[in-house]
């Protein structure tokens, strides 16, 4: 739960750091870091098409991308307690749980919760 008179900006820090611990030593195949990636991409793309894409399984329901995938995880978890809109309320807080709700919504929530997941990102990256 945000501290009292806590402005957005450091909510999305204080919540970047945690994600942080969690996805210490996060690389990819090639030893890039996938935060930078997954960042880049939701910019070039979208949300949406980020999401699916770091979403996507392999035959057994195992990740394509574990490191998109834990990703995807940690943006989820600060959306669903994000001041600027709380994304998914009621729903699993997971990357799939992210994509089902988001869907679900209007074109406006998306593209504030678009706004928010590069803004999160942006400090994520730079602690990962």
Do not use: C, W
């Not at 994600?19 to 910019?43: C, I, M, Q, W, Y």
């Not at 329901?61 to 989820?76: D, G, H, S």
């Not at 992210?98 to 997941?117: G, I, P, W, Y």
Request: no cysteine; glycine share 4%; net charge positive.
């Amino acid at each position: 739960m945000p501290a009292i008179n806590q402005n957005p900006a450091q909510i999305r820090a204080a919540h970047a750091l945690q994600s942080a611990k969690h996805l210490a030593g996060l690389k990819d195949d090639d030893e890039s870091n996938p935060t930078a990636r997954f960042a880049s991409l939701v910019a070039r793309s979208g949300l949406l098409p980020a999401l699916a894409f770091a979403l996507e399984t392999k035959e057994k329901n195992e990740p394509k991308r574990p490191a998109f995938a834990r990703i995807a995880n940690e943006l989820a978890k600060h959306l669903s307690v994000s001041p600027v809109n709380g994304n998914l309320t009621g729903t699993t807080v997971t990357g799939i749980g992210l994509f089902a709700n988001l869907v679900s919504k209007d074109s406006t929530h998306l593209r504030h919760s678009q706004t928010e997941a590069l803004a999160f990102l942006s400090y994520l990256k730079r602690f990962n």
